[in-house]
C-alpha cells in the first residue's frame, strides 16, 4: 500500500495524519478509532503509538496542520491589505469558506473534534496565528476612522468576523446550494460583514 511505503521512508506521522483527514470527513471527528486510522494508512494498530499518545493527540496534530494552513490562506487573501483594508478583508472571509468546503476534514478536526487547543502549545501557536490575521486586518480597517473616534477592540472584532463565518458555514456552507437560503453563502457572509462594519463606523452611511 502506499502508505506503509512512506512509513518505511519515514512518514508514518503524515500518513496517519492524511488517513485521519479521510476519517473524519467520511465519520465525523468522533466516530473512528485510532486502528481504523492503522489500518487506513497500511500499519499496525501499535504502529500510530510511535508518534501520538493516543486519538485525541493525532485529532491535535490534524488540527494543527489545519490552522497552518488556514492561517496562510488568510494572510496570502488579505496580502497586506492591498488594494484597500476593507477589500482585503472581505477576500479573508471568502478564503474562510473555500477553506471550510475545501478542506473540511481538516476543518472539522478545527472546530468540531472537541479538543482543547490549549492543551496543546503547537496547536495552540498555529490556532493564534491565524486569528492574529483576523486582528491585523481590523486594525487596518479602523486606520480609516476619522481621529479621536472611538475604536472597538480589534481582538473583539476579529472574534465577532470569525463566529459570523463560520456560523455562514455551519448554517448555509454544507449541502445543497440554497437548501437553507436562496443567498449564496459567500454572498451572506460578506453582506453580514458588511452591515456589522457599517455599525462599527467603518463603512461611511
Not at 471527528?29 to 486510522?37: D, G, H, K, S, V
Not at 478542506?103 to 472546530?111: E, L, S, V
Amino acid at each position: 500500500m502506499p502508505p506503509r511505503q512512506s512509513y518505511h521512508h519515514g512518514n508514518l506521522r503524515q500518513a496517519l495524519v492524511e488517513a485521519t483527514v479521510r476519517l473524519i470527513e467520511e465519520k465525523g471527528p468522533q466516530a473512528f478509532t485510532l486502528a481504523e486510522a492503522a489500518r487506513l494508512a497500511g500499519v499496525s494498530a501499535a504502529a500510530p503509538y510511535r508518534h501520538f499518545t493516543g486519538r485525541d493527540e493525532l485529532l491535535e496534530e490534524v488540527a494543527r496542520q489545519g490552522f497552518e494552513e488556514f492561517a496562510g490562506r488568510l494572510e496570502t487573501a488579505f496580502d497586506h491589505g492591498r488594494p484597500s483594508p476593507l477589500s482585503a478583508f472581505l477576500r479573508m472571509g471568502q478564503a474562510y469558506l473555500a477553506f471550510a468546503a475545501e478542506r473540511r476534514g481538516f476543518y472539522m478536526a478545527m472546530f468540531e473534534s472537541g479538543i482543547s487547543i490549549t492543551g496543546n502549545a503547537a496547536l495552540t501557536q498555529a490556532a493564534d496565528r491565524a486569528r492574529g490575521v483576523l486582528v491585523t486586518a481590523s486594525e487596518a480597517l479602523f486606520r480609516r476612522l476619522p481621529p479621536g473616534r472611538p475604536r472597538p477592540p480589534a481582538g473583539i472584532v476579529a472574534d465577532h468576523i470569525w463566529a459570523m463565518s463560520h456560523g455562514v458555514v455551519e448554517l448555509f456552507g454544507r449541502g445543497k446550494p440554497g437548501g437553507r437560503s436562496p443567498i449564496q453563502p459567500a454572498d451572506m457572509l460578506e453582506s453580514g460583514a458588511l452591515i456589522y462594519l457599517r455599525g462599527l463606523g467603518v463603512i461611511p452611511d
